[in-house]
């Protein structure tokens, strides 16, 4: 396991960071849940803010239950509607036809309006939201996870220490049928600013159109993998996101209106942007965090988890095994690493790649 050296509360000084959930109201007692378990793990050791969002107020007995279950600060931000509603020039008629094919299509989530709009603002504003302009740092927590690690030191410190941009536990395949065009739409960025992706030598980009696992899923999605980091985990650098780059990136997609025409996620957006803007380097697995949400998780066999079953990306159906990307992920970071004459023993030799 990689976990990095306990760090001293008492001593260390904190990183400019906080913890952040979108919740709804209605999701009180899944936030609950997810909080004891953060807490218990890690945040009751370092005391990071917590950062509620929501589209609508809080209700006072949110505030008073979620306050109640940590010693850190807690504030609730309202999102503005300017980044949350369906923009106007969206065709609504447009919307509703591709919300039934996507739904007859089988696509999750596809006639959840509210879905498509967490997407988009998970995508392109939640770091431009006000309560975020004085930290650096971010870790996503959502209703209803567990964590099964007692994690002995600061993610934030860690991050900062060894120049990380961005953090996963988790590393699946998406469904094609909900970004059919999300790839064409990069490579036209891509074609028109040339500048901001990085060599392949250096970026993600062979984990990003690697085929050789699922290649009717990357046909359908008109040449990307799919593979994703999860993002209802994620730890990351807010200055990634709020850079030109990215931006630039992100209202590209927007107007394209696909965000509801189609059902793009935030979790293939961030990592596409991810694979081609950030180093390789600097995008981190944290295999030492225990980590579960819905049927998938991240176990590590250590004696400072309990609770999940170790090494295994979901405990149910076998065939849900084949949902996992972190081999092409292991692959890209051993190529890169080659490159470099840097290859790490331990991830590229215990999968075959050294």
């Known amino acids: 396991m990689n976990q990095a050296p306990p760090t001293d ?30 807490e218990k793990s890690f945040n009751a050791k370092f005391q990071y803010p917590w950062i509620f969002f929501n589209d609508v107020p809080f209700t006072t007995e949110f505030k008073e239950k979620t306050q109640a279950e940590t010693n850190a600060p807690c504030t609730y931000e309202l999102i503005p509607r300017e980044h949350w509603d369906v923009p106007e020039w969206i065709d609504q008629a ?23 709009k967490m997407c988009r603002w998970y995508s392109g504003f939640f770091f431009r939201h006000p309560a975020l302009d004085k930290y650096k740092y971010y870790w996503r927590v959502e209703p209803d996870v567990k964590f099964f690690c007692d994690i002995e030191y600061d993610v934030f410190q860690f991050m900062a220490e060894n120049n990380k941009t961005y953090g996963f536990t988790i590393n699946i395949y998406d469904d094609p049928k909900s970004i059919p065009t999300l790839w064409p739409t990069t490579t036209d960025f891509l074609e028109s600013h040339p500048e901001y992706a990085l060599g ?32 209802n985990f994620e730890v990351g650098d807010l200055d990634f996101w709020r850079s030109k780059t990215y931006t630039d990136y992100f209202n590209h997609l927007d107007q394209t209106g696909n965000f509801f025409y189609e ?51 979901t405990p149910l159906a076998y065939w849900l095994n084949g949902e996992d990307c972190r081999v092409n992920w292991f692959k ?18 215990l999968h075959g790649f050294a």
């Open 94 to 116: 447009r919307m509703e036809e591709a919300f039934l094919q996507m739904a007859s299509d089988g696509v999750q989530h596809a006639t959840q309006l509210s879905y498509h």
């Open 200 to 231: 392949s030598h250096e970026n993600s980009y062979h984990w990003l159109t690697d085929s050789d696992a699922r290649p009717a899923i990357t046909k359908i999605a008109n040449g990307y993998s799919t593979c994703h980091f999860w993002s």
């Open 263 to 313: 059902r793009w996620g935030d979790a293939p957006v961030h990592s596409v942007a991810l694979g081609l803007f950030a180093p390789n380097e600097q995008i981190h697995w944290f295999r030492d965090i225990g980590y579960q949400h819905s049927v998938f998780s991240n176990c590590p066999d250590s004696d400072k988890c309990h609770g999940c079953q170790a090494n295994k990306l």
């Open 9 to 38: 509360p008492k001593t260390s000084p904190r990183a400019n960071a906080a913890l952040i959930s979108l919740v709804r109201n209605s999701e009180l007692d899944g936030i609950i849940s997810s909080m004891r378990y953060m």
């Open 332 to 349: 890209q970071v051993c190529e890169v690493s080659r490159n470099k004459s840097e290859v790490n023993e331990e991830t590229c030799g």
